[in-house]
């Protein structure tokens, strides 16, 4: 138990589908953040919240949506993916300083058929 | 922009010793940290580094050199249990908080 839950764990999904993946951390963080994992590949930062205001957005294509409604809680809406999205979705918070560790979720399995 | 270059992969036995070599560029520096990632686990916590010199906390020590950008993790008295995949990671004035990976260093530790 790392103090960061995802769910679910695995998500199957196919391309015209919709579907969330949560995050919800219960270590008083302040910051919150989307990262993507593929095979083969560096975590990919996606989102950035602090103080649950969106910071950071790199370049992520539309059908990725996060919504941030309090300092604990972090989702990502899915529409309409495409399979080479198809990854693994680590999601992480910290105290949202420069010099303290993150601490990641589980992930999210995202397989899109 | 940030960039992180770190060894693919490396492989040793039980009881050696390994390090493993990080290079950054980034706009700014804010320190550099190592993440230990198992096999469908998640990324955790090794250790961080603000200042020159080494950090030593257990069989794991990590070394920084800002003037050369340059950092390294040494894995000491290697155990089974080691074999993962090791990310060095950058925290510069562009993504803020958030943190910047390497390509991760895969170790496989063999008896």
């Known amino acids: 138990e790392t103090g960061v839950t995802q769910t679910p764990r695995h998500l199957v999904m196919g391309m015209t589908n919709k579907k969330s993946l949560k995050c919800e951390q219960h270590?008083?963080?302040?910051?919150m953040y989307w990262y993507k994992q593929s095979a083969k590949k560096p975590l990919e930062l996606m989102f950035v919240?602090?103080?649950?205001?969106?910071?950071e957005n790199n370049s992520v294509p539309s059908r990725f949506s996060p919504e941030c409604p309090n300092s604990s809680h972090l989702f990502l809406h899915l529409h309409t993916l495409q399979p080479e999205d198809s990854a693994l979705y680590l999601c992480?918070?910290?105290?949202?300083?420069?010099?303290?560790?993150?601490?990641f979720g589980q992930g999210t399995r995202l397989t899109v058929v | 922009g940030q960039s992180l270059e770190q060894p693919s992969e490396v492989t040793a036995v039980e009881g050696a010793i390994v390090q493993i070599n990080c290079t950054y560029q980034t706009s700014g520096f804010y320190g550099l940290s190592w993440y230990q990632q198992h096999d469908g686990g998640a990324p955790t916590f090794l250790s961080y580094?603000?200042?020159?010199g080494l950090e030593e906390t257990g069989r794991f020590s990590s070394f920084l050199s800002r003037s050369d950008s340059y950092g390294y993790l040494l894995l000491q008295e290697l155990q089974m249990k080691d074999s993962a995949s090791y990310f060095c990671a950058v925290r510069d004035r562009v993504a803020g908080t958030a943190l910047i990976f390497g390509k991760g260093t895969t170790l496989s530790v063999s008896s």
């Open positions: 919240y602090n103080f649950k205001e969106q910071t």
């Open positions: 580094n603000a200042l020159d």
């Open positions: 992480a918070s910290s105290q949202g300083q420069m010099n303290t560790e993150a601490f």
């Open positions: 270590l008083g963080h302040n910051a």
